[in-house]
């Protein structure tokens, strides 16, 4: 059995999830629909399609993982679980892609996160018995470590030991979800009590393996403990312009979307993007592994943020940081990209 029964009978084909999903608008084909490719799960659970099959292929690797089908969906598919077992079987041991898998035996290191997140700066503390924790994350130690600090700016009450590893994230999206529970629960261990993370992605993963009440993730955390320090941001003398970029697992997994919201409009002129809801293109490792299909979502949204006429446009994933200021760069783009951490840093100076 490739799939959990319940789950893969779950889905009464009504197609409520279709205009929600991103693949689906751009080929406006059934097979790079939710509905579609779990059409594809049912083939692939009951022989109908032998596991070579290239639709089968194709489309565990062109879904974004994205999880938009699940909020609009009315028979409550649990697709982003559906996928992980699909992916689990599409892309076991060394079927998967080379560059997921070197991703991911990289980030199961944890001396080589260590090495260039303390090189690099980021928070650090002694850890403690109890009380929050901030993770550090993987990419974000080595990319972002500026949000690390400005994350304990905020909130010096977050201990941030640099003995931990990575939380699993990525093995269970990209066909290692036992590895990705198994790490998720050993950083549990390394962080004992609440754990608050600057990502919206690691958010949800670990509050599906360690319960949601242990897991904020930081825009949560500081609506929660109400520790802004409201300081209205300026530009050339009048409130800043700041848009947002959801993350789409925190968004759509974990249902929180009014936090980051909120603490933009504590401290500037927040203006919605048509598409902020809608994945950047980012999407874990997708924009390696399918750097074509990523390119042409992130193309919109850069236009979107560019006819916007903001300031700023802010992130609450690292991969959407990345992602967005990669597309900003190459279109000599005046918008900066920022983590929420850092808006807010910035805004309180
Ligand atoms: S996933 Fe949900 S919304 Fe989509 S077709 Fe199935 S039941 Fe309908
Ligand atoms: S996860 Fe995203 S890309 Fe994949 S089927 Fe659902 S909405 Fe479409």
């Known amino acids: 059995m490739i799939f959990a029964k319940p789950l893969l009978d779950r889905c009464i084909s009504c197609g409520y999830c279709l205009p929600a999903c991103p693949t689906y608008a751009m080929t406006g084909e059934e097979a790079s629909s939710p509905r579609g490719r779990i059409s594809l799960m049912r083939a692939l659970e009951t022989g109908q399609l032998p596991e070579d099959d290239g639709t089968l292929a194709e489309q565990a690797s062109f879904c974004l993982g994205c999880r938009a089908c699940e909020p609009v969906c009315p028979a409550g598919v649990e697709y982003g679980n559906l996928l992980e077992q ?36 980021h928070a650090r503390t002694a850890a403690r018995a109890s009380g929050p924790s901030l993770m550090l994350g993987c990419a974000e130690r080595a990319l972002f470590p500026r949000v690390s600090r ?30 990705g529970a198994r790490m998720a629960k050993e950083l549990g261990e390394v962080l004992p009590g609440t754990i608050v993370t600057t990502s919206g992605g690691c958010a949800t993963h670990l509050a599906a393996h360690l319960g949601r009440p242990r897991v904020r993730e930081l825009s949560e955390f500081v609506v929660e403990t109400d520790v802004l320090p409201a300081v209205p941001l ?22 929180v979307w009014r936090q980051p919201r909120e603490l933009i409009r504590a401290v500037a002129e927040y203006v919605e993007l048509p598409s902020a809801a809608t994945c950047c293109g980012a999407a874990g490792t997708y924009s390696i592994l399918r750097p074509r299909d990523s390119a042409k979502i992130l193309a919109v949204k850069i236009a979107e943020i560019e006819a916007a006429g903001v300031d700023f446009v802010v ?11 990669s597309g900003l760069r190459k279109r000599g783009s005046s918008v900066r990209a920022v983590h929420l951490a850092e808006l807010l840093e910035i805004a309180s100076k």
């Open 86 to 121: 699909w992916r689990d079987h599409q892309w076991r041991g060394r079927r998967g892609p080379l560059r997921a898998r070197l991703l991911m035996a990289a980030v199961a290191r944890p001396w080589l996160l260590r090495v260039p997140g303390l090189v690099r700066r």
């Open 150 to 179: 400005a994350a304990r700016k905020l909130a010096p009450e977050l201990a941030a030991p640099p003995r931990q590893g990575c939380c699993g994230a990525l093995h269970a999206h990209n066909g290692d979800s036992a590895a």
């Open 234 to 255: 300026l530009v050339d003398g009048r409130p800043a312009r700041v848009a947002l970029q959801d993350s789409c697992h925190l968004r759509n997994g974990l249902g």
């Open 315 to 325: 992130a609450v994933n690292p991969g959407c940081l990345r992602q967005l200021r």
